[in-house]
């Protein structure tokens, strides 16, 4: 290797190791290296160490961690499925909140069942009313002295009518719900999870809003829907910000079509005309999506395994918003 190339490959690794020395850079041989330094060829011994910011991956990934999930009733739903993978991970406490109950205590009793370690509590109030969402906060608080995750799921798809039919009443009160809820979900939960405590030594957590992939593109839902997940998505980007140095970490899960209750009928449609192969025929996948691939991307997002990752809006679509979707054998 030419003199010159070893030497800027030395002074990269004493900048990525910490050690690099102002001589290094002006010395016209090649400098001596520190213990640290990468050399051409390395031996094993002399790897730097990796820093481990999270536990193995094989392990409980989210052990000791108190959650608040929003959205949970649903039989189908993503809540319902993000419960049971921070519930199977070691989650102190799950809290399952819905404004509709109806399957709530089941649920918890499922979760209780299949895990019974974990403290499963059930509240019905609505995602979008200040005073409901400060008190689960305040719950959590005072029953664990930490909260860590806040998954902001809640959310309604809104009138279906063109723009031009849709009136100032309706749209607003999708906003409601779907954008005033994550943003009252944030505002309480990042100063509880700044609290630091024995059994928490370190501030920090994750607040996760369910957005969409109507958010990042268009002709993928209604005008009130989309318009309310693109505000969901603004949220997380702008909140990581005006959380900088707190340790709390926001982001925004935007979801392909999932079977869900929220989309039940689409699919019930589908089966019924025997055309259900083809939902998701616009997706390089060719399938719609199921709950627990959400709830797996949630439960990442949660814990320390995504300790660096902030502010983004992460599509789980199967590949439909990476293109320009067309019906293949159309456009000829």
């Known amino acids: 290797m030419p003199d010159s190339a070893t030497r800027r490959l030395q002074a990269v690794g004493q900048q990525l190791a910490g050690t690099a020395s102002s001589s290094s ?193 268009s002709n993928a839902g209604a005008t009130p829907y989309s318009a309310s997940k693109a505000a969901v998505i603004s949220l997380a980007q702008t909140l990581a910000f005006q959380l900088t140095g707190t340790g709390v970490r926001v982001n925004a899960v935007c979801p392909g079509l999932i079977e869900t209750g929220m989309t039940a009928s689409v699919f019930a449609a589908a089966r019924a005309r025997g055309t259900q192969g083809k939902i998701g025929q616009l997706n390089p996948l060719r399938r719609a999506g199921h709950a627990d691939e959400i709830a797996r991307a949630v439960l990442f997002l949660g814990t320390d395994d995504a300790s660096y990752v902030n502010g983004q809006a992460w599509a789980v679509d199967g590949g439909l918003s990476a293109g320009h979707p067309f019906v293949p054998g159309k456009l000829s």
Do not use: W
């Open 25 to 217: 850079s002006s010395s016209s041989s090649s400098p001596t290296t520190s213990s640290t330094s990468f050399s051409p060829s390395s031996t094993q011994s002399e790897l730097p160490p990796i820093h481990q910011v999270a536990p193995a991956s094989t392990g409980p990934r989210a052990a000791g961690k108190v959650v608040i999930i929003t959205g949970a009733n649903s039989l189908l739903g993503i809540g319902r499925a993000a419960a049971h993978q921070f519930a199977q991970n070691g989650a102190r406490a799950v809290y399952l909140c819905d404004f509709a109950d109806a399957h709530l205590a089941a649920h918890r009793q499922d979760v209780v069942a299949r895990y019974p370690a974990v403290d499963v509590h059930v509240r019905r109030f609505d995602a979008a009313d200040e005073a409901a969402v400060r008190d689960v906060v305040a719950d959590a608080l005072r029953r664990y002295g930490r909260l860590d995750v806040f998954f902001a799921n809640a959310g309604v798809l809104g009138p279906q009518a063109l723009f031009g039919d849709v009136d100032a009443e309706s749209f607003m009160q999708t906003m409601r719900v779907n954008a005033l809820g994550p943003f009252l979900a944030a505002k309480f939960a990042a100063p509880a999870m700044q609290v630091t405590s024995a059994g928490k030594p370190t501030a920090g957590g994750s607040i996760i809003l369910t957005a969409s992939v109507a958010g990042l593109r």
